[in-house]
């Protein structure tokens, strides 16, 4: 009998040590899934806090950063959650262009006060630094000015001027200040305004085509110098009033140009993106009076922002060679086309792909059209996680 109860506690022992050890395992299953997911949600909300300050600029207080990272911990997280976590900014620099985030959040494990006998504490923690950093920006907008614009004419103003302002207010302080954005301007209808002062490049008048003679339309002859005879570009005095604007990185002056625009005429969007190419390509550096040094040739950003409400073209099979040409050249041209009014697949067809096509019904589309590129171009952001 003794025998008998001697096996009885040893097997009970042996039930409740394998018992013990099972839950410890499942402890460990839940416990480590637990802090996973903890973590997963703790780190997606860094990101999204690192993200959103930075794309609201530098000019941010500390109230402002804080602000950022407590709507986000909002977004993220349960009402328990919540007093669970804690997100704070810090900037590492004067001009706001470094930043830290960093986070933590308190969690219980699972099974601990009936395993140990009191409950374990743990804090999961996220940290991820942000630098801003930016090429040289070379940005051309293409404007269409033609005749059908005349009900839109202010509207355009208004938001090319806050696509100027926006790129102008993410300069970053202390990398190579005013050379950062420099910005040319382009209104077209069916000829584009060089002005009076490049008369010399026509064959008489300051109102001209995209290309230089009828038998002279080849893509390939886009951007050769107009060095007299057959390289002129036909000219006449009749077009539009607004005037092409070189590069320039004077923003008075820009938004001058802009306030200027007055509508007339007919729409042939060729014209305008012919001469925004020039107003880009390395081999016109030199060319541009206003600027000489300019256009770059390297450790540059180059963009084509075009927009329009029509869908005319002197020659559509250049604009589209055109198009592709200016992708695939070194340094590469990134383009962006904002239709206005209704679809324009050859506008479509000119960009990379459809997150660079903008489709506008009304103002408040033109405007967020014009917002979205500034923000995708202005600068780029890069995440380190500590």
Known sequence: MNITKQRGHILSISFFVALFALLSITAFSMNTAWLAQEKLKLDQAIEATT???????????DSDRQRIADTYKNAFFTDEQRNRVSIRVTPLNNSGSEYQVV??????????????GNSARIEVDSVVSAVKERERLEVAMVLDVSGSMSSRIGELRSSAKNFVGTLFDSRIEGEQGDEQVYISLVPFDHKVNIGNNRAGWTSGGHCVHAYRFENNQAAQHILDLPNGGSTLFKGSNDCNSSQLLP???DEITINNRLDALVDSGFTEIDNGLAWAWRTLAPQWQGQWQEEPDRPLSEKVKKVVVIFTDGDGYANDTVFNRMCLDMRQQTPAIEVFTIQFGFENATLRNCVIDAQHYYLANDAQGL???FDDIANRVGFTLKLKRS
């Open 367 to 369: 405007q967020q059209a």
């Open 247 to 249: 590069l320039s990185n």
């Open 51 to 61: 993200l959103a300050i930075g794309l609201a600029g530098d000019n941010l207080q």
């Open 103 to 116: 986070g933590d959040i308190a969690t219980e494990l699972f099974f601990q006060s009936s395993l140990r």
